[in-house]
Every structure is written in structure tokens, then in C-alpha cells.
């Protein structure tokens, strides 16, 4: 099996402090890289749970660790995850780490469709055994409701034109396969193009849409909080802005106290924060750059939990 080459592998390490009889949870395996680092570090009595709701990434997951005593294989989504701790018993974490958007093998993979660099089906699920595909999603949403998710999750200034554009192609046929799509939106979209391919905000906003990323984070965020122990770190490497822009806002907000008592010389314990934040946002560096020019706009951000 090809060994997968995790994105800011040096520095989620070395933010997670990984302690030899320590408890820790990969909530995004993927493809293994982070649990495999993570598992190197521990000893014989720590733990490592993994969760991925990707089918495939759950039998990446028993292939490599299946019969390693330290590890707990969970299919599920990080959405889930405080419904998922209390069926597993999973408490008192030591670390806990999101590596947000897709993993490189189902990028790479063109019948899972969520790129227009090759021609597959418009599928773009997460978990590809449940739930709409974009092809179905885009053969029955209104107008103005391809819009909203154009320009709420893609930021995608020219929603309107391409929505309108989607819904003159579907009085034909069905939108069915990426490259129609891709080239639907090329046309759509007018001025000359740059290096991104004017399909790029448009297959994020769909994504996003479809695997409800931004709920299962705000969900996951707020379950991860609970889940760690005293001094146990929650490290989020985010993909674009939105993502980014929430992770720090949650770090900040439990990094403050709370409001009501701003100013009193003895804030009650309810009330003081509960993390802090550990370091800036860290990025790629050259080095990794050049070697996976993927990780280009991965982010990381650390907090720690203090109550």
C-alpha cells in the first residue's frame, strides 16, 4: 500500500505533544498518515481511535492498525462525534486532531467526483453509500437555492450566472458527470481565466453543501471541547477560509471569560475561560510546498483545553 504523506505532519506532532500512555483521537483518518506518526509515538498503554465516515478510509484503517491492540476503529462522522464518544465510552482525551476536506486518494479518484481534473460521475459524497449525490442534488434544487450554496460556501461571485446556466442545461439533460460541469461553469463564468480553473469554488461550494462540512465542524468543534482533558490539545488543519475563520473563532470565544463578568476581580469558575490558544496559525513551509503542493492552503490552529 502507498504510503500517504499527511499534510503539516512535523508540526500537528509536535502540537499534540504526543505522550507515550496518552489517549488520542484522528477523527479524519483518511489515509493514515497522522494515526500512523501518532502511533509511532505512543507506547503499549495508549490509545488511538480513529474515525472516518469514508468506507474506504475505515478499510485503509483496519488493513494497517486491524490487529494493533492500542487501536479502536469507528466508521462514523465527526458530526456525530459526542453521540459517537458515549456509545464508544471515549472520554478524557489527550489529543484530538480534524485534518479537514478530502483526502488525497479520493481526490485522485475520479468516480468519487469531487475534481474536474479527470471525467467521473458527479457523485462528491464523503460517504459514498449514503445520502444525495451532487448529480441528484443539482437535478432538483432551485435556482436561488444553487445560489445561496454557490456564494455561501465557494464565495463564488458569479452564483447567479452559473446557477441560471445549470438550470438551461437541465431543461435539456442531466447534469451527470464532472467534466460537464466543469465545462458548463467555464463557459458561464466570463473574462479571461487565471491558473484556477473557473470551476474550482463551484465544486468546493457542492461539496460542502452535500457533507454538511460546516455543521459537522461547528458540531465536532463543540463535542471535541468536551472530550479533552484538562491540558489536552485540539489541533484543526482547515482547506479555505470558512473552515479556517471558524476554527479560530471557536479557540477565541472559550479563550475568553465570560462577558457578563468583565471587569469583577473574582470571576466565578463557570465563567473563566476554558482554552487557550497555543501559537499562531501555522502554514506549510517551502520544503513541503515543493514536495506536496497540495498543502498550499492548509492552515493548522492548536488550542488547549485548561477546564
Known amino acids: 500500500m502507498e504510503r500517504h504523506l499527511p499534510v503539516l505532519h512535523k508540526e500537528v506532532l509536535e502540537a499534540l505533544a504526543v505522550r507515550p500512555a496518552g489517549k488520542y483521537l484522528d477523527a479524519t483518518f483518511g489515509r493514515g498518515g497522522h494515526a500512523r506518526s501518532i502511533l509511532q509515538a505512543l507506547g503499549t498503554e495508549g490509545r488511538l481511535i480513529v474515525l472516518d465516515r469514508d468506507p474506504q478510509a475505515i478499510e485503509v484503517a483496519r488493513q494497517l492498525f486491524g490487529?494493533?491492540?492500542?487501536?479502536?476503529?469507528?466508521?462514523?462522522?465527526?458530526?456525530?462525534?459526542?453521540?459517537?464518544?458515549?456509545?464508544?465510552?471515549?472520554q478524557a482525551l489527550d489529543g484530538l486532531l480534524f485534518d479537514l476536506g478530502m483526502s488525497s486518494p479520493q481526490l485522485d479518484s475520479p468516480e468519487r467526483?469531487?475534481?474536474?481534473?479527470?471525467?467521473?460521475?458527479?457523485?462528491?459524497?464523503?460517504?459514498?453509500?449514503?445520502?444525495?449525490?451532487?448529480?441528484?442534488?443539482?437535478?432538483?434544487?432551485?435556482?436561488?437555492?444553487?445560489?445561496?450554496?454557490?456564494?455561501?460556501?465557494?464565495?463564488?461571485?458569479?452564483?447567479?450566472?452559473?446557477?441560471?446556466?445549470?438550470l438551461r442545461w437541465r431543461e435539456e439533460k442531466p447534469l451527470a458527470r464532472t467534466s460537464e460541469l466543469a465545462a458548463l461553469?467555464?463557459?458561464?463564468?466570463?473574462?479571461?481565466?487565471?491558473?484556477?480553473?473557473?470551476?474550482?469554488?463551484?465544486?468546493?461550494?457542492?461539496?460542502?453543501?452535500?457533507?454538511?462540512e460546516m455543521q459537522s465542524l461547528e458540531s465536532g468543534l463543540d463535542a471535541?471541547?468536551?472530550?479533552?482533558?484538562?491540558?489536552?490539545r485540539l489541533c484543526v488543519i482547515s482547506f479555505?477560509?470558512?473552515?479556517?475563520?471558524?476554527?479560530?473563532?471557536?479557540?477565541?470565544?472559550?479563550?475568553?471569560?465570560?462577558?457578563?463578568?468583565?471587569?469583577?476581580?473574582?470571576?466565578?469558575?463557570?465563567?473563566?475561560?476554558?482554552?487557550r490558544a497555543i501559537g499562531k496559525s501555522v502554514s506549510a513551509g517551502q520544503a513541503e510546498l515543493d514536495a506536496n503542493p497540495r498543502s498550499r492552503s492548509a492552515t493548522l490552529r492548536v488550542g488547549e483545553k485548561i477546564r
Open 240 to 275: 479555505h477560509s470558512l473552515e479556517d475563520r471558524m476554527v479560530k473563532r471557536f479557540i477565541r470565544s472559550h479563550s475568553l471569560a465570560d462577558p457578563v463578568y468583565a471587569g469583577l476581580p473574582n470571576i466565578p469558575v463557570h465563567a473563566r475561560p476554558r482554552m
Open 113 to 166: 467526483g469531487f475534481s474536474f481534473q479527470a471525467d467521473g460521475p458527479l457523485d462528491m459524497r464523503m460517504d459514498n453509500e449514503q445520502g444525495m449525490t451532487a448529480a441528484q442534488w443539482l437535478s432538483q434544487a432551485t435556482e436561488k437555492e444553487i445560489t445561496q450554496v454557490l456564494w455561501r460556501y465557494g464565495e463564488e461571485k458569479h452564483a447567479r450566472r452559473i446557477a441560471a446556466a445549470i
Open 67 to 90: 490487529e494493533d491492540q492500542r487501536v479502536s476503529i469507528i466508521r462514523g462522522s465527526f458530526e456525530m462525534l459526542a453521540q459517537i464518544a458515549r456509545d464508544h465510552d471515549i
Open 224 to 232: 471535541a471541547l468536551e472530550l479533552l482533558a484538562p491540558g489536552g
Open 185 to 212: 461553469v467555464a463557459s458561464a463564468v466570463p473574462g479571461r481565466h487565471g491558473r484556477k480553473h473557473p470551476a474550482t469554488k463551484t465544486f468546493q461550494a457542492i461539496r460542502i453543501h452535500l457533507n454538511r
